[in-house]
């Protein structure tokens, strides 16, 4: 049974350029959270989707940023006209529903740095 | 705003030389406390959670712990694969489905 899959596993990118991330949550797995770990700091919640719905996006940033997770096919997280502050590792985590106490598994993440 | 502190931020330990690492929080309604560790290069592996004071939970050499304002992971006689950097995360009532973390404490055990 594999687990979270994201890739790729690094990414790199020029300023302005479209930054495209997957994962693809474990098997039976409907709930994927994204989370952002900057430099020296902790993680950081981004975004909770259920299949093609944006369940809380309170910790998106306004502009550029964007998630999705369609009926088929892996989450995607967006970013647009990227700049060198998005430099960071993004993990996604998935688990199979709304279950309390679920510890969440998490992927090995994407390592996004923009040059 | 719901807040997890970690200490210490660093820790350097013998083979066997038992310590515990600290997680301070405040949160408005626990639902729940999480400990994962961390591996250079790789995403968070969860290791328990807590809901309520006076829970304890053990796996192998670690036994997490939890009062109404902090939890510690207690390490039993370590052994050098257990380096590595361990986070604390809390999810509150009024934070839906989202966990917010500390910044870690990086356990290092020397053989």
């Known amino acids: 049974n594999a687990g979270v899959m994201q890739n790729p596993r690094h990414l790199v990118r020029r300023r302005g350029q479209e930054a495209r991330l997957r994962c693809s949550p474990m098997k039976g797995h409907s709930h994927v959270y994204w989370y952002r770990q900057l430099p020296e700091e902790g993680l950081k919640f981004m975004v909770y989707?259920?299949?093609?719905?944006?369940?809380?996006e309170s910790g998106m940033p306004k502009e550029r940023f964007s998630a999705e997770f369609p009926k088929e096919g892996p989450s995607i997280l967006r970013i647009q006209q990227v700049v060198r502050g998005d430099s960071a590792a993004y993990f996604c985590a998935s688990s199979p529903r709304d279950r309390e106490g679920y510890g969440y598994t998490f992927g090995s993440g994407t390592r996004l740095t923009v040059v | 705003e719901d807040q997890v502190t970690q200490s210490p931020e660093a820790l350097r330990l013998q083979e066997g030389e038992s310590s515990s690492l600290n997680c301070s929080y405040t949160v408005s309604g626990l639902r729940g406390l999480f400990w994962y560790r961390q591996d250079p290069g790789k995403g968070p592996e969860f290791l328990f959670t807590?809901?309520?004071a006076g829970e304890e939970k053990e796996k192998e050499r670690l036994k997490a712990t939890l009062t109404k304002k902090e939890s510690f992971l207690h390490i039993t006689a370590p052994k050098p694969e257990d380096s590595a950097t361990y986070l604390c995360a809390v999810r509150s009532n009024t934070g839906f489905q989202k966990l917010v973390f500390g910044t870690g404490t990086r356990l290092l055990v020397s053989p």
């Open positions: 807590l809901y309520s």
């Open positions: 989707l259920q299949k093609e719905n944006i369940i809380d």
